[in-house]
């Protein structure tokens, strides 16, 4: 129903940049919930940052100020600007998806609950002293 590819992975020093991307198909209600996840070697996987139905964003602490994510919604990309990167952010990087689930008697309508369904391959991120 929904498909994810990651991409944009690759090696970096200490202090640079990289932006990752993740193409998404299939029904776009079903991906309007949108996020990054990473996973280093014998750590559990973690949230880096979310990015709601009404583009609302939110971040880990240890990537705030430093990582950007966004949507470009015609093409259906999703985005996550890295900078600033140090060893620490070295992980596998994943994006994933799903549709708004939970209702929001303050919003008034659906949102998203950062428990997705669709998953991309992943990207691999490795950062250098």
């Known amino acids: 129903q929904v498909q994810l590819v990651e991409s944009g992975g690759g090696s970096v020093q200490a202090g640079g940049s990289l932006r990752l991307s993740c193409a998404t198909s299939?029904?776009?209600?079903?991906?309007?919930?949108m996020g990054w996840f990473r996973q280093a070697p014998g750590k559990e996987r973690e949230g880096v940052a979310h990015i709601d139905s009404d583009g609302s964003t939110s971040y880990a602490n240890s990537v705030k100020g430093r990582f950007t994510i966004s949507k470009d919604n015609v093409k259906n990309i999703l985005y996550l600007q890295m900078n600033s990167m140090n060893p620490e952010d070295t992980a596998m990087y994943y994006c994933?998806?799903?549709?708004?689930?939970?209702?929001?008697?303050?919003?008034?309508?659906?949102?998203?609950?950062?428990?997705?369904?669709?998953w991309g391959q992943g990207t691999q991120v490795t950062v250098s002293s």
């Open positions: 299939g029904d776009s209600y079903n991906s309007a919930c």
């Open positions: 994933a998806a799903d549709r708004p689930s939970t209702w929001s008697a303050v919003a008034g309508r659906y949102r998203c609950t950062r428990g997705y369904r669709y």
